[in-house]
């Protein structure tokens, strides 16, 4: 396959801006608990492919939105809170309303369309998230054994 003057022009200043990101933008590693829809920090994935971003949350829907819109931003499903284990996820109408702290059910009354539903969720305590994503790191590294 022949590549056109403008395509690999164009594959070689993409290539040339990744890797000036890389060695000039933001690097380490960031976690963002409660990551809704992104909004706070995947932006800066984007831009930055030297950082990557372990983005916690428990709500489904908002989590799956989330999976594969950078290679460098890790979505993982669960919720950080006090135990690890499970715990009561509230799930609001309002979707960034939803959380592990209960809802106030006179505001909830109040609220037009304030319908909520609790889910059972699991749950990871913030000092113990470290040692899942190292754990989840050796386990997809780690090569099947040999027949």
């Not at 594959?11 to 000039?24: D, I, V, Y």
């Not at 989840?136 to 027949?147: C, G, T, Y």
């Amino acid at each position: 396959m022949r590549l056109r003057p403008i395509e690999w022009t164009g594959r070689a200043l993409r290539r040339a801006g990744t890797e000036m990101l890389r060695r000039g933008g933001i690097k380490g590693i960031w976690f963002d608990v409660g990551a809704h829809h992104g909004e706070f920090t995947l932006s800066y994935a984007n831009r930055n492919p030297g950082l990557t971003i372990y983005a916690f949350e428990p709500n489904l829907r908002a989590a799956v939105s989330l999976m594969g819109r950078a290679p460098n931003f890790v979505v993982i499903p669960i919720a950080i809170a006090e135990t690890d284990g499970h715990a009561k996820f509230n799930i609001n109408s309002m979707d960034a309303a939803s959380s592990l702290m209960q809802i106030c059910e006179e505001a909830r009354e109040a609220w037009i369309g304030g319908t909520s539903l609790s889910v059972e969720i699991h749950s990871l305590r913030s000092d113990h998230s470290l040692g899942y994503i190292s754990q989840s790191f050796q386990n997809s590294f780690r090569q099947s054994p040999k027949d």
